[in-house]
Nanobody, 120 residues
Framework: QVQVVESGGGLVQPGGSLRLSCIVS????????MGWYRQAPGKERELVAI???????NYADSVKGRFAISRDNAKNTVYLQMNSLKPEDTARYFC??????????????WGQGTQVTVSS
């Protein structure tokens, strides 16, 4: 079994910061790309940021310069530092990890998400 668990969401004022964390655990051989997605009410889930196993990153245009993704491979953890938050960043944030199991299968796993609300 594989578990993907996010934390760090909450209510923050515009201009504030939050740091999301996502820990992956279970029967894992290796983790390839890890990413953060978000989904606002009535909207489709969208990519926020992604990081490969070697540290290459990619961001949605809407968060470039404000958000930073990083990972700690020793801890199977990915982070999302969110600065200068705007009301339009309000959404449920989901972690996704592409995981290779000891059985040699590769699948993408999702967490349950963590709510981020930006409001005064």
């Amino acid at each position: 079994q594989v578990q993907v668990v996010e934390s760090g969401g909450g209510l923050v004022q515009p201009g504030g910061s939050l740091r999301l964390s996502c820990i992956v655990s279970g029967s894992i051989y290796s983790i390839n790309a890890m990413g953060w997605y978000r989904q606002a009410p009535g909207k489709e889930r969208e990519l926020v940021a992604i990081i490969t196993s070697t540290g290459t990153t990619n961001y949605a245009d809407s968060v470039k310069g404000r958000f930073a993704i990083s990972r700690d491979n020793a801890k199977n953890t990915v982070y999302l530092q969110m600065n200068s938050l705007k009301p339009e960043d309000t959404a449920r944030y989901f972690c996704n990890a592409e995981i290779k199991r000891w059985s040699n299968t590769v699948n993408r796993y999702w967490g349950q998400g963590t709510q981020v609300t930006v409001s005064s």
